[in-house]
């Protein structure tokens, strides 16, 4: 699900004790215990984990509304082997490359917990694929209000 979506929602924690939630449209899987993010407009966030690498990272299939929250361990990565590896990674299955958008870290998650998210249409006795009709008719729906909208604004 994670490589498959890859918009997540990152938390973490200001110095003020507040939450701070960035979505990171990097995400992936790096193995069985980490997942990763590219860091290209993220500075609170980096700075969050810097101070207290706690973190809270949430993946869901906006259609089904079913995903997971993973929580764990963040280490922020700007040289050395394994940001070399990274990168590698970033540019050959992601194509994302630096000299195209600046890769300015990664945030390595050791996860320590992982646990379902799911809609509570499924606690109404609703199938996956009732909750993914009515999701996918809204979207429609909204990407049909949105293009109108920007045609009478522009008329």
Same mark, same amino acid.
């Given at each position: ?5 890859? %918009? ?21 899987? +790096? ?11 993220? $500075?609170?966030?980096? *700075?969050? %984990? ?5 973190? /809270?990272?949430? !993946?869901?299939? $906006? ?15 700007? /040289?050395?082997?394994?940001? /070399? ?8 299955? =992601?194509?994302?490359? &630096? ?19 799911? *809609? ?6 609703? *199938? &996956? &694929?009732? !909750?993914? /009709?009515? +999701?996918?008719?809204?979207?429609? +729906? ?7 909208? =920007? =045609?009478?604004?522009?008329?």
């Amino acid at each position: 699900m994670v490589t498959d979506q890859r %918009l997540a929602f990152v938390a973490t924690v200001c110095p003020d004790g507040t939450p701070n939630l960035s979505p990171k449209g990097t995400t992936t899987v +790096w193995d069985d215990d980490h997942i990763v993010f590219a860091v290209i407009r993220s $500075p609170a966030t980096v *700075s969050n %984990l810097r101070r207290n690498p706690s973190t /809270e990272i949430n !993946v869901v299939d $906006p259609i089904v509304r079913k995903g997971y929250r993973f929580k764990g361990v963040a280490s922020v990565l700007t /040289e050395g082997a394994l940001f /070399e590896r990274i990168l590698d990674f970033y540019r050959a299955e =992601r194509n994302l490359d &630096e000299s195209r958008i600046k890769i300015r870290s990664f945030v390595l998650v050791k996860i320590n917990e992982a646990m379902p998210v799911d *809609s509570p249409a499924c606690d109404l006795g609703q *199938s &996956e &694929e009732q !909750v993914r /009709e009515k +999701w996918q008719r809204y979207f429609n +729906w909204l990407q049909r209000n949105i293009a109108a909208t =920007r =045609r009478n604004e522009t008329s």
